[in-house]
């Protein structure tokens, strides 16, 4: 059973929405990395986040740790946002990063 | 500065075959970790590098191993190329524990055994 668990698994909407992606995780994960993956392969690391919330411009992520869940958050979602988004739990006492399944955002104008 | 750098980009090579790939990490950055994505399986972790010496491991075969230079670039190594080995190869590097300190990636080598 994965540690780390994403939904939707592919998600369209249309330019300006507000978009939600959830991830879930198992004990034992002590920070959530966000990660973006454009077509090509290469990866961008959002946030990493092991309490409470961040943002950086129009992107938001969230932290419940008692809950064992976080969200990424999109306001005002432009074509430019689609890409694969990917949630990572990582452990302080080691680097094996373990990766949800990602969700594939299309962004229609 | 300079961000993660994986060479080659791309690289076909034949079943039975080895292959070597590189990655230099952002200078500074002492750790690096791969990581093999394909479409069945999604990312997995392969293995993770501090100051020379391999720290952490995932569950992968023994064709699968690596190596970290005192200038912090690793090499990956492939032996025994199998088709399932077609993948996309990613490495990261990190100032120290990436879980704490964060993660940059390089934009990968994607290899197809054939």
């Known amino acids: 059973k994965n540690e780390v668990e994403q939904s939707p698994q592919n998600l369209t909407a249309q330019e300006g929405e507000f978009i939600t992606i959830n991830c879930s995780y198992s004990?034992?994960?002590?920070?959530l990395h966000w990660l973006q993956q454009h077509p090509g392969g290469g990866i961008v690391s959002l946030f990493m986040?092991?309490?409470g919330k961040k943002k950086h411009g129009r992107l938001i992520a969230t932290i419940n740790i008692q809950e064992k869940h976080s969200s990424l958050h999109i306001t005002a979602s432009h074509p430019r946002d689609s890409a694969v988004y990917i949630c990572a739990g990582a452990n302080f006492g080691n680097e094996k990063l373990t990766f949800g399944t990602g969700t594939r955002l299309t962004i229609i104008p | 500065k300079a961000g993660v750098t994986q060479t080659p980009r791309y690289l076909i090579k034949t079943r039975g075959q080895q292959v070597t790939l590189s990655c230099s990490p952002i200078s500074g950055h002492r750790s690096v970790s791969w990581y093999q994505q394909t479409p069945g399986q999604g990312l997995q972790f392969l293995f993770e590098?501090?100051?020379?010496?391999?720290?952490n491991k995932g569950n992968f075969p023994g064709r699968f191993s690596g190596r970290q230079f005192s200038n912090s670039r690793s090499e990956m190594n492939v032996s025994t190329l199998e088709l399932g080995d077609s993948a996309l190869y990613l490495c990261?590097?990190?100032?120290?524990?990436?879980?704490?300190?964060?993660?940059?990636f390089g934009s990968g080598t994607r290899l197809t055994v054939v």
């Open positions: 004990v034992g994960i002590s920070a």
């Open positions: 986040l092991s309490s």
């Open positions: 990261a590097s990190s100032l120290d524990r990436g879980a704490e300190y964060g993660y940059t």
């Open positions: 590098y501090f100051s020379e010496t391999q720290r």
